[in-house]
């Protein structure tokens, strides 16, 4: 159930493994205009092209680095998440995330809430075996500041877009969505996926509500799944 919840990366058209590459027609989208102009030096390609005279004959070795991936994630930890294991299987779902974070080099940061107000535990860092720790330690308590973890969410983003332009943002929020009524909600500009943690023979099913003025992909717990792609 974890696993088949967290295909958050996209999907290539031309297979699983592709990978983009540089153009070699030099009028092409990513031909010789954009060939490197630092860095270390191409000797075998630029000797093949005769002795260098000046400057512009010295070919660099081109740079392809992908743009780096944030997941935010929220995490509804409120009292009312103790219901039916929901927090415990959530629990399950990110231990799987963390693993899939820590393969595919994706920065993180998570945010819960409970209480009062929403905590940060870790702003944009590498995924590391202490999360997995602070994961076991995780419990519900307290009230339900989730409206208040999407703002602290969408200021934080729009911050770190600052900082990072190329950076890909996506968002995660886990909650039963038992919150108070809401009238505006933040604008995330990034994919979002919502996971609906709610159990129980009587539902509210507002997490569905708040996934869809999210615009938000929505998927519940309980319902496996093909992976979810933003």
């Known amino acids: 159930m974890a696993k088949k919840a967290l295909g958050i990366r996209p999907r290539s058209d ?3 493994n592709a990978r983009p590459r540089a153009g070699r027609l030099d009028n092409g989208k ?3 205009r954009h060939a490197a102009r630092s860095g270390s030096i191409n ?3 630029t000797l093949l092209n005769g002795r260098p005279r000046q400057c512009s004959d010295v070919l660099f070795h ?3 680095r992908s743009a780096h991936e944030l997941w935010l994630v929220i995490v509804d930890a409120s009292a009312s998440t103790r219901r039916h294991q929901a927090l415990s299987d959530a629990k399950g779902l990110l231990a799987q995330l963390f693993d899939d974070a820590y393969r595919q080099r994706a920065r993180l940061a998570l945010l819960t809430a409970s209480g009062n107000v929403p905590k940060w535990q870790v702003q944009g860092l590498k995924a590391s075996s202490g999360l997995r720790t602070w994961l076991d330690g995780l419990g519900a308590s307290g009230g339900t500041p989730v409206l208040a973890a ?3 969410a969408g200021r934080w983003l729009v911050a770190r877009k600052i900082r990072f332009p190329a950076e890909q943002q996506r968002v995660l929020l886990l909650t039963d969505g038992r919150l108070k009524e809401w009238s505006v909600l933040p604008a995330l500009d990034c994919p979002i996926l919502l996971v609906d943690i709610e159990r129980g023979a009587i539902r509210l099913n507002r997490a569905r509500r708040l996934a869809s003025d999210l615009c938000a992909t929505y998927l ?3 319902i496996p799944e093909s ?4």
């Open 227 to 230: 992976p979810i792609v933003f």
């Open 150 to 152: 999407l703002e602290e």
């Open 14 to 16: 031309a297979g699983a």
């Open 30 to 32: 990513q031909g010789k």
């Open 220 to 222: 519940h717990i309980d």
């Open 62 to 64: 081109l740079r392809t």
């Open 43 to 45: 000797w075998p390609g």
